[in-house]
């Protein structure tokens, strides 16, 4: 009897340490992962510190907390520019004020600033203080370009991964976000909290092509050698396939194919990948894959898998099917052309820095995958800058700068085509990516006249 006693009491005994070393670890080391929006201790304002300020990558003030009064409030001096980025509070906390939270309010110094308030009545420890990496001025400028169109916009540095600027429509104001609430939560027609370009999945439609390209320039030996006669439309698998507006390419190749973005062409060329090609590309452009964004997002999808019938490779070949990428992804990929076929890791949080200024964390570039070969993206950049000078992107022109693009247009199930553009610029020395999604706004020439007017403001910002 006594010996059962001991080994429950022991059995027992090893429960409670190992509850104990879990809540240790938990409360120590899983902390500042618990970012939910609705997780309680996000919504608990901690009184007793001044929650770091937000500046944009010039300096200059996006968000901070004040005192009027004896209450305490978070003013954002560009709410709808950057709804989507810094997010709001206190209904929850989206955005950098929930990723960020434990950053902002975490204290540099702590045991100083606590024995400087007990000398002042006003003063209170102050959190550290975030520098994103967007041009305020750039954002505003990109944001007032889109307008009221529904949509997403993303500028990138190729090189990097950094993010130079990223708007949403529709969008909010996060300081009437308590008295808007039930409308913005409720309304599901517009979204207004979902930030689109990095959580909206669209068909990239003929942006796929850049992929689709790309794998048949390094699985194909004789790629520059092989051609097919465009007549505007052809049955694959009894699937009918036609080119934009059923116009007749005639004989072409591969560069003129996406220059002018040849349905029919693309299709014959997936229709011959050897099973797993596209699949391999996909994995390599990091669909379904995540990615470690800062801000929420959605994983791009991929799901053609080696049974697929040929009507359902030939649709994904030309960037329909079930295919789904967001703005953002689309954006990196496009900069992994740019970057000779390497992606980065995209991000938004430059550096971090205490209450008084010291460097507390930067950002260092981080590679993510090798998409394509450097002699392949150099290949695919030369077609790309075809694509604007002669195809069908010419709108997309500025005098003296050579710009690479691909036009997209999603067929939509629910309504109207949406309407794709991503380019980067200068080809020669590409200094930045702009990747413009439109819902609804019809063919992908609709999306070029704002991708043009921002990648000109970014060039000369």
Avoid at 327 to 337: D, G, K, Q, R, W
């Amino acid at each position: 009897m006594k010996k059962n006693m001991k080994r429950v009491f022991f059995f027992y005994s090893l429960l409670f340490i190992a509850l104990i070393a879990h809540l240790i670890y938990f409360t120590i080391f899983e902390k500042d992962t618990s970012l939910n929006s609705y997780n309680p201790r996000l919504n608990v304002i901690d009184n007793s510190i001044q929650r770091g300020m937000i500046f944009d990558s010039n300096g200059i003030t996006l968000a901070e907390t004040v005192t009027s009064g004896g209450s305490i409030q978070r003013n954002y001096y560009y709410p709808e520019e950057f709804c989507h980025i810094i997010g709001y509070m206190p209904k929850g906390k989206s955005g950098l004020e929930a990723k960020s939270n434990f950053t902002l309010q975490k204290l540099d110094n702590e045991l100083y600033q606590r024995i400087q308030t007990i000398f002042s009545e006003t003063s209170k420890p102050r959190g550290n203080n975030i520098f994103i990496t967007i041009d305020s001025k750039l954002q505003q400028y990109v944001h007032e370009k889109l307008g009221k169109t529904k949509g997403a916009v993303v500028v990138l540095e190729p090189q990097t991964g950094k993010v130079l600027s990223m708007v949403s429509y529709p969008d909010f104001n996060p300081m009437k976000i308590e008295k808007n609430w039930d409308n913005l939560k409720n309304d599901k027609d517009n979204s207004p909290l979902l930030n689109r370009a990095a959580q909206g999945l669209y068909p990239p439609g003929s942006t796929f092509k850049i992929l689709t390209a790309g794998a048949e320039i390094e699985t194909n030996s004789n790629y520059e050698s092989f051609s097919y006669d465009c007549e505007g439309e052809d049955f694959f698998d009894q699937k009918k396939i036609h080119c934009f507006n059923s116009t007749v390419h005639g004989k072409i190749g591969l560069s003129e194919a996406l220059e002018n973005s040849c349905n029919t062409f693309f299709a014959t060329i997936g229709e011959k990948f050897e099973k797993g090609v596209l699949f391999s590309y996909a994995e390599k452009a990091m669909f379904n894959k995540p990615f470690d964004y800062t801000l929420e997002y959605n994983k791009s999808s991929f799901t053609l898998s080696e049974t697929a019938t040929p009507t359902e490779i030939v649709e994904t070949s030309i960037g329909q099917g079930k295919t789904l990428v967001s703005p953002l992804h689309m954006a990196m990929i496009t900069a992994s052309v740019a970057n000779k076929g390497i992606m980065m890791k995209p991000y938004i949080i430059d550096h971090i820095e205490s209450y008084s200024r010291n460097p507390i964390d930067t950002t260092e570039p981080e590679v993510l995958s090798e998409v394509f070969s450097e002699e392949t993206a150099k290949k695919l950049t030369e077609m790309m800058v075809k694509v604007v000078e002669n195809g069908t992107g010419t709108e997309a022109k500025i005098k003296g700068v050579s710009i690479a693009g691909k036009t997209g247009t999603a067929e939509n199930s629910s309504g109207k085509d949406h309407s794709w553009f991503t380019a980067f610029a200068p080809s020669e020395n590409p200094k930045i990516v702009v990747t413009v999604l439109l819902e609804n706004a019809g063919n992908g020439s609709k999306a070029i006249p704002l991708a043009h007017d921002i990648i000109k403001k970014a060039l000369n910002n």
